[in-house]
Structure formats: C-alpha cells, structure tokens
C-alpha cells in the first residue's frame, strides 16, 4: 500500500510540475483516491474481524436477537401452561447457605473433690 502511495503521488506532482492539472485538482483526485483507500481497508478490517469473531465461536447481537424471537414464538405457540413450566424450571429454587452446626462445647462437669472419709478413732 505504501508503494501505491508514492507511485500515486509521484504521478500526480509529475502532471502539476508539467501543468496538465492544477494543485486544486490534484488535492481533490488525492482526497477521493485516500476515501477510498480507506473505506477498501475499514472493509478488509471488517471481514477478518468477522472471521476471527466466527471461528472463536461468537455471533451477531442481530442474530442472536433472531434466535431469541423464533424461541419466545415456539413457546407462545406451545401453550401458557409450557411456558409458565419452562419459566419455573428456568427459575432455579433457592439455595439454603450451607451453615456449619458448631456443637456448643460443653465443659465437662466440674467433679467435686474426692472427700476422704475421715475415720474418727
């Protein structure tokens, strides 16, 4: 590309310095050249984004809103009864928090001392 730039503008200062055009037409054959320079390289950007894009597995919001319609038809058409159905499997029920039951540490009874029987002579 870069050679198509210096080829394209040694063209144009080749036919100002020998009078064929006027800078004025030659700034403006340059503006439209460099427009479509590039809209052809946003368009070339475009189909590799769109083919890298493809091949990691993603798709278009506009298709993706396109599955999303024909879905909410095919459960409309099936009846309130499915899609209330499909609405409570969807809703997952609520998970009760895992809580640890910590024994309560009891202490051990306290033990009163040994009382020695005294023998009285």
């Known amino acids: 590309m870069a050679n198509d730039l210096f080829s394209t503008l040694r063209t144009y200062l080749t036919k100002v310095s020998e009078g064929e055009k006027s800078p004025a037409e030659i700034a403006a054959a340059l503006n439209v050249w460099v427009r479509e320079s590039g809209e052809a390289l946003k368009s ?52 009760k928090s895992a809580t640890k039951k910590v024994a309560a540490k ?3 009874a306290k033990k009163s001392p040994d009382k020695k029987v005294r023998k009285s002579a």
């Not at 999303?68 to 969807?90: F, I, T, V």
Request: glycine share 4%; no cysteine.
């Open 44 to 95: 070339k950007i475009e189909e590799e984004v769109e083919s890298s894009v493809s091949k990691m597995g993603f798709v278009k919001r506009e298709e993706f809103d396109e599955l999303k319609r024909k879905l909410e038809a095919m459960n409309s058409e099936s009846g309130p009864k499915k899609a209330s159905s499909a609405k409570a499997a969807k809703k997952s029920p609520a998970k």
């Open 106 to 108: 009891k202490s051990p």
